[in-house]
Every structure is written in C-alpha cells, then in structure tokens.
C-alpha cells in the first residue's frame, strides 16, 4: 500500500526534480508535488511526497524529518488527508475558534465619519 508525507518547510528554490532527489534515496516515489502559488508559479514552501511502501516512507519520516536543506529544517510526517484534517479541527475547536476571529468588529475609522458632523464638532 502506498502512503503519502507532507513535507514542510521547504527552501522556495526547491523544485520538483530535487523534492525527488532528496527523498528516492528512500524508495520508490508513485507521486510528488510543490505546492505552487497559482499566480506567480512561485513555491509555497511545501509539498508531499507518496511513497509505494509504506515502510518506506516511515523511514523518510524518520530520517528526513528536522533535517537541515539549504538551511532551512524540514517538518517531514505523515500526510493527513484534508477530510480527516478538517475533522480534527472541529473536534479541537480551531475552526469555531478562527470564526471567531474573522468576527471581530472593526474599529471605526475618521475617513468614514461625517464631514458635516466633523466641522460641528471642531467649531464647538
């Protein structure tokens, strides 16, 4: 069975064709991506890597995982299927607790008061 591992972390300079050469070493890659941003094509810093054994990739986990690249340390585990992520979130509360942030009130701003009420109000 194969298994999948995220891998964080990564130096922006690193490509595809590398994200396979620091992991083959391991085994046998079935997949591998970088995460891109979909604008400018520029790497996000992460990506995964599926592996067709899964104690191959158990094994990349372990070696690879805190390993210093381009001087930036890689965060190497599992991969969590974005189903199962979403879940755990709510079990924890993160997501209840991110809403809550985006509802914060925002704070009034000068530029959107009144100007008439402004002169009224620098005159008394």
Wanted: charged share 40%; proline share 4%.
């Amino acid at each position: 069975m194969s298994k999948k591992i995220y891998v964080g972390n990564l130096p922006f300079s690193v490509t595809l064709e590398r994200l396979k050469e620091l992991f083959s070493p391991y085994g046998q890659i079935e997949d591998a991506i970088v995460m891109a941003n979909k604008y400018t094509g520029r790497s996000r810093g992460f990506g995964f890597v599926t592996f067709s054994n899964d104690g191959d990739a158990d094994k990349a986990i372990a070696e690879m995982n805190h390993k210093s690249v381009e001087g930036r340390d890689l965060k190497v585990k599992e991969a969590i299927p974005l189903k199962e992520r979403s879940e755990e979130q709510k079990a924890s509360g993160e997501s209840e607790q991110k809403k809550e942030e985006v509802r914060e009130e925002p704070k009034e701003s000068k530029t959107e008061e009144n100007p008439e009420e402004v002169k009224k109000n620098t005159e008394q």
